[in-house]
């Protein structure tokens, strides 16, 4: 554990003793740095380590790479006192910086929570490279990041890691310590990277709690995403290899959607962009993504692994409509009951947004390859990186999920008529990828996802979404195994293990393995493989074993 965060595991009075001791001294600091002219302040050095809260390095190119690091303030819970500081950074072809390919200097901006967004141009295709960053006598640990393959090779293989939620309370990072053994070429971050609220404190089954109050300021996210990079072994994946990261709701706001928050609106927009501009801050982001300000972030993008692979990164809380039914400001989505909910079928509402929704069909247009190269040539995997699933899941009891793709039916058949074909020429193989429920759930999508496949109605892509990293279920396997007797279209599911997804995927098959955690009350908890599926070249449908 980081030594700078210990204080939020000891009893509270220590806690504020140690506090207001440290408040003290940089509220004395801040006054006597306010004396002093900017350039002076300029030179300063933080005087301690301030690379505690890692490295990492964002979505990968074939021509340049983005690092990423941010400078911790002095103590946990403060507002820094550090003024702008000039960093450091190199780039090399080893491990050692021996055979050095790039170096240079970024400005930490306090107004940008000192983090840096360093994109380094004019590189070789698919290379490994490693790069840290300087201050002073200070130096980052070495993160290790890569460039993609050029954009018209057919690269022999893909191996991507893809997670979401993981939540504090509920659980250590075993998985991504056992990730770390052997770290693929890319890590999918698909969601609920912090959970916002305050800790319910230690209880039975909890592994750990910290003392921070739910998150409504910019400071507030700050040390939120301080207090989860603290953990080394979060730390470590991000060092380990590029991460491409999307949001889903706890990022800001449990279940809101688009604008709409809980309780006031202007009160929600102001805590919906303190979380956005600490997102950016903490997350391997291209300095694009807040081109349109911190009301409208650009999330939404493709990543190409040459003509092997090409993932679209789906934003699913920035643009939804409303969950159907639900009451305004209510404090989540609730389930609908779909014969008494009219509005769930209205065909006006998104999921994606009307904006996304275009984009997406012209990728996966491009992806089908309507122009007139010969299908050989065509991308060979047509993925889906998004939030949620995807896919249908009809209850015993007749009640339906709000805040997932079930909750928006007639968004989901649009996006189901470009995987099928109905619309035009369908991409050669398409995979959904996604996360939030807490529950391995392997899936065959057929062309009308709200019917079960049939010889009418056949399977269209395969769905593996996985379970979450630490975040509990919230449901019992007996309920989910009840579940899938009712749904034919779901091929797996299981709630009670924490873990991530892996796959390893060639131009003639992807093979996916559903790795668990033994006890995710254990920092270095063993990791199993709980299942394996394998989608073929052409055959669409996940094939267990
Ligand atoms: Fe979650
Ligand atoms: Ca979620």
Redesign the pocket.
């Known amino acids: 554990m980081d030594n700078r965060y210990k204080d939020m595991f000891l009893p509270a009075c220590v806690h504020e003793v140690y506090s207001r001791r440290h408040f003290l001294l940089a509220s004395s600091l801040a006054t006597a740095m306010g004396q002093l002219p900017a350039w002076a302040r300029m030179g300063e050095r933080p005087g301690y380590n301030p690379f505690t809260l890692g490295v990492a390095s964002g979505d990968p190119e074939p021509d340049n790479v983005l690092l990423w690091t941010r400078l911790a303030p002095a103590a946990p819970g403060l507002p820094t006192t550090l003024p702008a500081q000039s960093v450091r950074w190199e780039l090399a072809h080893d491990s050692r910086f021996l055979h050095m390919e790039r170096s240079g200097q970024a400005m930490a901006l306090p107004e940008q929570g000192h983090s840096l967004h360093v994109q380094v141009d004019g590189l070789a295709p698919d290379r490994w490279y490693y790069y840290r960053f300087m201050l002073g006598d200070a130096v980052s640990t070495t993160g290790r990041c890569r460039t993609a393959p050029a954009r018209d090779s057919l690269p022999k293989r893909l191996r991507l890691a893809y997670a979401?939620?993981q939540?504090w309370e509920h659980g250590y990072y075993a998985a991504w310590a056992h990730m770390l053994k052997d770290p693929p070429d890319l890590v999918l971050f698909l969601?609920?990277y912090i959970?916002e609220s305050a800790s319910p404190g230690l209880s039975l089954g909890m592994a750990r709690s910290h003392n921070l109050r739910t998150a409504q300021s910019l400071q507030d996210y700050r040390d939120r995403y301080a207090l989860y990079k603290s953990d080394a072994h979060l730390q470590a994946a991000h060092a380990a290899c590029n991460w491409a990261v999307i949001w889903?709701d706890?990022e800001v706001e449990n279940d809101y959607a688009g604008q709409q928050g809980m309780g006031n609106a202007q009160r929600f927009a102001a805590r919906r962009a303190a979380a956005t501009q600490a997102f950016y801050e903490n997350m391997p982001l291209r300095a694009d993504t807040l081109a349109a300000g911190l009301s409208g972030p650009r999330l939404y993008r493709s990543l190409r692994w040459g003509r092997l692979a090409h993932l679209h990164l789906l934003d699913g809380r920035q643009y939804r409509d409303l969950q159907a039914c639900r009451t305004t400001g209510a404090p989540n989505a609730g389930s609908v009951r779909p014969g008494d909910c009219q509005a769930l079928h209205a065909a006006s509402r998104s999921f994606l947004g009307w904006d996304q929704e275009r984009w997406l069909y012209r990728q996966l247009a491009q992806d089908a390859g309507t122009d007139s190269r010969s299908s050989e040539q065509n991308m060979r995997w047509s993925v889906m990186a998004q939030t949620t699933l995807l896919s249908a899941r009809r209850y015993p009891s007749g009640v339906q999920a709000s805040d997932s793709w079930d909750g928006y039916p007639a968004a989901r058949q649009r996006l189901m008529q470009q995987l099928s074909g109905a619309a035009g020429k369908a991409p050669r193989n398409s995979v959904v990828l996604g996360?939030?429920i807490?529950q391995n759930y392997v899936c065959a999508l057929p062309a009308r996802a709200d019917l079960p496949p049939a010889p009418d109605n056949p399977v269209v892509a395969s769905e593996f979404c996985t379970t979450?990293i630490s975040?509990r279920s919230g449901t019992t396997q007996a309920k989910v195994d009840a579940v899938r007797a009712h749904n034919p279209q779901v091929l797996f599911a299981r709630c009670e293990e924490r873990g991530y997804g892996w796959a390893d995927i060639t131009p003639e098959r992807w093979d996916c393995e559903l790795r668990t955690v033994l006890n995710p009350l254990l920092a270095n908890s063993p990791v199993l493989t709980q299942a394996r599926f394998s989608v073929l070249d052409r055959r669409p449908g996940p094939v267990e074993g």
């Open positions: 979401s939620c939540r969601g609920d959970y889903d706890h996360g939030d807490h979450s975040s």
